[in-house]
C-alpha cells in the first residue's frame, strides 16, 4: 500500500511524537466527538462502519459497546496489548510506533460507553512499551486531553498501564481482568460476559490495540470512508503478520479480502530458496494447518472467507507459512509444548490432555514413537475438544487433528524413520 492508515508511521516519520500526530490530523476525531458529539453518536458511527474485533475472534465492535448497561456504574474500557499468540506482532508495532492512535482510539472507545478510567494491559515482556505509553499519557494529560474536565467539558478520563507477567492465557479477556484484579490469571465462567459484569465486577469492554487504532479513522473520516476498504461484511484494514518460510516476513497492512497469494508472493517475496509452499497457518499456533493448494492461495483473508472455505479461522491474522523442509510432525511438537506449557490448569481435559499431547508428540518427533502413537495422539485431541473451560484447550488441539489428517505420511516418516 502507499498510504499506511494503522502502521502510519510508515507513511508519516516521527508520528510517535505528539505534536507531529496532531499535525497530522491526529486527535481531531477525538476533539469533535468530546465537544460536539454524544456517545451514542460516536457509538453508532462505530457500528455503522462494521469495524470487527481484531484480537481473534472478529466481534463487531459497536454491538459489543452496545451491550454496556446504562444502569450499572462505573463502566471500564481495557485495551488488551498481551499479544502472546506465536506469530503475531501487529500490536507491538502499533504501540511502539503510533502510539497515540491507538490511545486516541482508546479514549474514544471510553467516550462511546462513558467510561471514566481505562487500563492498558500489556504481557509483561511488553515493559519498555508500557514506560513509553506512560510517557505518551503524561504528555497527553498536560494538554488537556486527557484527565478531569476534558476540553473544558464535564467529562473526565484517565488511562493506566498495567503489565502481566507473560502467560498466554492472560490474552483471554477474563483471566485478563482477572490478572488486573491482582488474582491468578485463568479464565472465569462466562455468562455473565464482562459486558455486564466486567472488572471489578462492573460493566466492560474489552478491545484488542489494533481494533481500537481504527477507531479514530472512522470518527474523524466516516464509516461510509471505512467501509471503501475491505469486505461487505469485513469491512476495513487490516494487520497481518507474515512470518516462517517467506523471504520478507513482517507485518502488512492490506484491506481484508486480500488473499494469501498476494500476502506471500506479492508482499513477502515468496517462498525461501524458491522451495514449494506446503501449508499455511491463519491464526498463529491456534490453527488448523491448511494444505498450501490454489484454493487455499486464493482464498480472500476475511473472517467468512478462510472459515467457509478452509475451515481456518483468521483469528489475529498471524500467518505462518510452511513449505517442503518442513514436518507436521515436528511442527505438531511444537505447537504441543507450548499449549503444554501455557495451559492453566484450571479444568481437567485442558490440563491432562495438553500434557498427553506434548508427551506422545514427543516420544513420535524424538523417534521412539509407534505407528498407533499417531492414532492416540489424535484420540487425545479429539477427547479434549468440546468439554474445555475456555478457547485454549480447543486451539491446543486445531495443528493435531489438521495435521495428522491431512498430512499423515509426516508422521509415518517419523516412525519407519527411527
Ligand atoms: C487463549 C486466548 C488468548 C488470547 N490472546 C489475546 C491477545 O493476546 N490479544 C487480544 O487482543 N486478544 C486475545 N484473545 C481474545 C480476547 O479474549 C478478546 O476476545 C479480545 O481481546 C477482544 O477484543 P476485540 O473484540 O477487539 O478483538 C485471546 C483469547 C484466548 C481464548
Ligand atoms: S481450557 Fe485450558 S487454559 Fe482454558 S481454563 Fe481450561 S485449563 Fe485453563
Known sequence: MSEYYLLRHRSVASIDHLDVYTADGGFEGYRKAVTSMQPIEVLNEVKSSGLRGRGGAGFPTGFKWSFIPNTIWPHYVVANADESEP??????????SNPFQFLEGLMLAAYAVQANTAYVYLRGEFWQVAK????????????????????????????????????YICGEETALLESIEGNLGQPRLRPPFPAVVGLYSKP??????????????????????????????????????????????GNYELPLGATFRQLIYDYGGGIIEGKQIKA???????SVIVPADDKALDCPMDYESTQQLLGAPLGSASVIILDETVNMGWLVGKTTHFFKHESCGKCTPCREGTYWMDHIAHRLVSGQGTAE??????????????????????????????AIDKFRSDFETLVTHQ
Not at 87 to 96: A, N, P, Q, S, W
Not at 217 to 235: C, E
Not at 377 to 402: D, Y
Request: aromatic share 6%.
Open 280 to 286: 499455511i497457518m491463519s491464526a498463529g499456533a491456534s
Open 204 to 249: 466492560t469492554v474489552i478491545n484488542n490495540v489494533e481494533t481500537l487504532a481504527n477507531v479514530p479513522l472512522i470518527i474523524r473520516n466516516g464509516a461510509g470512508w471505512y467501509r471503501q476498504f475491505g469486505t461487505d461484511k469485513s469491512p476495513g484494514l487490516k494487520v497481518f503478520s507474515l512470518s516462517g518460510r517467506v523471504n520478507k516476513p
Open 373 to 402: 502413537d499417531i492414532g492416540l495422539l489424535k484420540n487425545v485431541a479429539v477427547q479434549i475438544q468440546g468439554k474445555c473451560l475456555c478457547p485454549l484447550g480447543e486451539f491446543s488441539t486445531m495443528a493435531v487433528v489438521s
Open 87 to 96: 506469530g503475531t506482532f501487529k500490536d507491538r508495532e502499533i504501540l511502539e
Open 132 to 167: 513509553q505509553l506512560d510517557q505518551k499519557i503524561a504528555e497527553l494529560e498536560k494538554t488537556g486531553l486527557l484527565g478531569d474536565a476534558i476540553m473544558g467539558t464535564d467529562y473526565s478520563l484517565h488511562i493506566y498501564t498495567h503489565l502481566g507477567a507473560g502467560a
